[in-house]
């Protein structure tokens, strides 16, 4: 499990400086301060598989206490590393025209993919620097016609 999490933050580090971002966060991972610190980097998340995995600062349940990225499964690291190493989640220069909404939490700052048609939600899970999510994401995938035939 330590090295999926240790991939984890490899890939994230490996993507912000092919976008010519630099790590304000030299000592610790801030999967606590994500929100934040994409912000402040002027850099968000899409195709995050939100309807996989705990967004950056929740926790599984309320009793529990935040570890940070110490909190995910290894399940859920997986998906991440899966979706970082696939392309579907990437990390993404803010547009310059956006760059006040975002940070006024009008703009999402983490963007989940769209979710499977069986999500029970319409749409993909965000997540803004104030911490606040919604469900305004991208749509859930239509219902797939394929008929499965069961063997007798």
Same mark, same amino acid.
Request: glycine letters at 8%.
């Given at each position: 499990?330590?090295?999926?999490?240790? !991939?984890?933050?490899?890939?994230?580090?490996?993507?912000?400086?092919?976008?010519?971002?630099?790590?304000?966060?030299? /000592?610790?991972?801030?999967?606590?301060?994500? !929100?934040?610190?994409?912000?402040?980097?002027?850099?968000?998340?899409?195709?995050?598989?939100?309807?996989?995995?705990?967004?950056?600062?929740?926790?599984?349940?309320?009793? !529990?206490?935040?570890?940070?990225?110490?909190?995910?499964?290894?399940?859920?690291?997986?998906?991440?590393?899966?979706?970082?190493?696939?392309?579907?989640?990437?990390?993404?220069?803010?547009?310059?025209? *956006?760059?006040?909404?975002?940070?006024? !939490?009008? /703009?999402?700052?983490?963007?989940?993919?769209?979710?499977?048609?069986?999500?029970?939600?319409?749409?993909?899970?965000?997540?803004?620097?104030?911490?606040?999510?919604?469900? *305004?994401?991208?749509?859930?995938?239509?219902?797939?016609?394929?008929?499965?035939?069961?063997?007798?």
């Amino acid at each position: 499990m330590l090295q999926c999490r240790y !991939s984890l933050i490899y890939l994230t580090y490996i993507t912000l400086a092919q976008l010519g971002g630099k790590c304000a966060w030299d /000592r610790n991972f801030p999967w606590k301060g994500m !929100s934040s610190a994409l912000a402040d980097a002027n850099l968000c998340i899409k195709g995050y598989p939100a309807h996989k995995c705990l967004l950056p600062g929740e926790a599984h349940n309320e009793n !529990s206490k935040n570890k940070g990225i110490g909190a995910l499964t290894q399940k859920e690291i997986a998906a991440l590393v899966d979706a970082l190493k696939v392309g579907t989640m990437q990390v993404a220069k803010v547009d310059k025209t *956006h760059r006040a909404a975002v940070m006024a !939490s009008e /703009r999402p700052v983490i963007t989940g993919i769209a979710p499977p048609a069986e999500w029970a939600h319409d749409g993909a899970r965000r997540l803004f620097v104030n911490g606040d999510t919604d469900y *305004h994401g991208p749509a859930r995938l239509k219902p797939s016609n394929a008929a499965t035939k069961v063997k007798k």
